[in-house]
């Protein structure tokens, strides 16, 4: 997530109306005034003179805060009326080394239509600015809280086949978040909320002690480079956020196909003072029968590689 980083001057921002297009080139720098100095004499004298140099970088350092005040528009404007707000805690002036990027990729029709549809009645943003009220949200259901569901296959599955488990999905991909929302509208599930942004502002801010009856972390991502590793989701400082809002007994259960961050995972939550491994010998445990194999997963079993599983009881 897999939390918020984004390019402040993405590709095309740029307004028609910034671009120059005749001899004077508004953008220009007090060293390409000297180059046309070297071909147009009557040039050489605004090349030379140091408060024509000073006017020509003002224009530049304008042009230049122009352009970042678009870009940081753009990012806070949603891509759909009434849906997912595209930075709903402002996070990105938050700064926290972070477990995700946002990733706003193409949203199709169907996609689209649920967001427009549902998100009124089942998303919310993570705007760090209340408590949920998740008995009020989930109509008095057990919740279980879920960080990054991809493109919500099997929370969809999970939603179905456990009617009596509100799932809070936690995501910042638009297009998942729109077909989460469709697929559970298609099975008739109404115990998922769709929740947008940063985890840890929902962990941090948004819930109360002990509201949660479990956490599930599906294959987040490795960050394989030990340089990134710092990115890693599960960390110490992650699972004291998580300890507080679960009730004592529930669950943690967290899976990955990557190696050396099952075993990273297996260190800091056997390590971690407020939870404990269900598993009797202490390492990982079988798939429990309600995590649904998913298409992830599959690729990964094709590829040879060895899913792990972790199931940790807050004590």
Known sequence: ????????????????????????????????????????????????????????????????AASFERARRLRMEPRFPGGPAADPAGSHHERRIRSFQPRRSRVTTGQQESLERLWPKWG???????????????????????????MGEATAQMAADDPGTGILAVDVHTPGQGNLLGLADKAGSTNVRVANGDAVILLREMLAPESLDGLRVYFPDPWPKARHHKRRLIQPEFLDLVAPVLKPGAIVHCATDWEPYAEQMLEVLTAHPRFENTAADGGYAPRPAFRPLTRFEGQGLDKGHVVHDLLFARV
């Open 1 to 64: 997530m897999s939390e918020q980083p984004l390019n402040p001057t993405p590709a095309g921002s740029h307004d028609a109306d910034a671009t120059p297009t005749g001899p004077a080139r508004t953008g220009s720098t007090a060293a390409d005034a000297l180059a046309d100095a070297a071909t147009d004499p009557a040039a050489a004298d605004a090349a030379t003179d140091p408060a024509a140099a000073d006017a020509t970088a003002d224009e530049a350092a304008a042009l230049r």
């Open 124 to 150: 919310l943003d993570i705007d760090g600015k209340r408590v949920l009220d998740l008995a009020e949200l989930f109509d008095g259901l057990p919740v279980v809280l879920e960080i990054g569901f991809g």
